[in-house]
């Protein structure tokens, strides 16, 4: 049975069906997009992070409402459904190709064109960004400038500490964060919902003005909602632990791996902030005990109110080539992806980019 959208919400009782010979070419399409092909849609949908049912579907229409919404991909179905994301669900399994001509249902809006099929998608994309490196942007949910003005080679994903995607990001993979237990039994529909495939958790629960959690109840946590998503697809990344002394920092990660038995993870997770560059490679030399794959996902200096801009410049661009060329490193996030008024910030007041910011992308 198909979950999801009612056929027949506005009135359409079955598909029209344009006969393979008759099938008109996609019309224009808005510009960066580009058609994908007709997919197999049974079970669990193959895109969830929004959807309408619409008199007036049309693939032009459909990609309006996904790409207003902030997601790269959109899929029209059965004449008259629209749905959104920005990746596959992953828990629909491996995406199925089909036929263009099982895509022969004739749009709502536009006769002419066509939209999909019964159990079939019709699906676009926005261009690929180039975006693929592994630089990332810590993303405050109160930052309303746009992520694009960080496209670059160098930068490859965007958290923001929760589960659903910045409205506005439509360029950068979105990691969700789980960031303490609060909200936790929505986290795989909300993950899903945003096509987001890697799992961030618990906040530096190490200290107790974050996530404030001990490794036995953070490792309980994991093992009842976070671990079992590995099974389903997602990649999963450790508790982000800070580089503070025992019992915080790697004392608590220590601490909670031996009480997680079992646990699934990907990734080791850390914030590191601190004096100077000696400290930091130190930090991240002795994480190499894990041998797992290294998530910074924020770094900095820990004297923000005497730093400099040139001290933070000096800091990072050090940093960034360290980072580089340390293989343990996956990904790494500088904390400064906003605009706050201090010498750390990558964005100006007018929504550009920083000296830092700058040195960030290239």
């Not at 249902?105 to 006769?111: I, K, L, P, R, V």
């Not at 261009?127 to 810590?138: E, F, N, Q, V």
């Not at 969700?176 to 890697?198: E, H, K, P, S, V």
């Amino acid at each position: 049975m198909r979950t999801g959208l009612l056929w027949a919400a506005v009135g359409v009782a079955a598909a029209s069906i344009l006969p393979p010979q008759g099938r008109a070419l996609t019309k224009t399409l808005p510009a960066g997009w580009s058609y994908v092909g007709c997919k197999v849609d049974v079970g669990n949908r193959i895109l969830v992070a929004a959807s309408q049912v619409s008199s007036s579907n049309t693939p032009q229409t459909c990609i309006a409402f996904c790409s207003g919404k902030g997601y790269s991909m959109a899929g029209v179905e059965f004449a008259q459904e629209c749905w959104c994301g920005s990746s596959y669900n992953p828990i629909a399994g491996t995406v199925q190709s089909a036929a263009d001509s099982d895509c022969s249902s004739a749009c709502t809006g536009d006769s002419t064109q066509t939209c999909g099929g019964a159990s079939r998608i019709q699906v676009y994309q926005d261009s690929p960004s180039t975006s693929t490196g592994s630089r990332g942007l810590a993303w405050p949910s109160d930052n309303n400038f746009n992520p694009a003005i960080f496209v670059s080679p160098k930068v490859g994903f965007l958290y923001n500490w929760g589960h659903t995607n910045t409205p506005k990001n439509t360029e950068f993979p979105f990691y969700a964060t789980q960031w303490n237990a609060a909200g936790i039994t929505t986290l795989t529909a909300d993950a899903r919902a945003t096509g987001a495939t890697t799992i961030l958790t618990f906040n530096e629960p190490d200290i107790s003005t974050q996530a404030n959690m001990t490794p036995e109840v953070a490792a309980s946590y994991y093992q009842q909602y976070i671990s079992p998503l590995s099974a389903q697809g997602f990649k999963l990344a450790t508790p982000a632990v800070t580089n503070g002394g025992a019992p915080a920092g790697l004392a608590w990660l220590d601490a909670f791996l031996a009480a997680c038995t079992g646990c699934k993870y990907d990734y080791i997770a850390l914030h590191w902030y601190g004096g100077g560059i000696d400290d930091f490679t130190e930090f991240i030399v002795a994480a190499k005990k894990y041998n797992k794959p290294i998530y910074l996902t924020e770094f900095g200096l820990s004297w923000d109110n005497e730093a400099q801009v040139s001290d933070y410049e000096s800091f990072l661009s050090l940093a960034l080539s360290y980072l580089d060329s340390e293989p343990a490193v996956a990904k790494y996030a500088f904390f400064g992806a906003f605009y706050s008024g201090t010498s750390k910030d990558m964005i100006t007041a007018n929504g550009t980019l920083t000296t830092l910011g700058q040195m960030y992308v290239t």
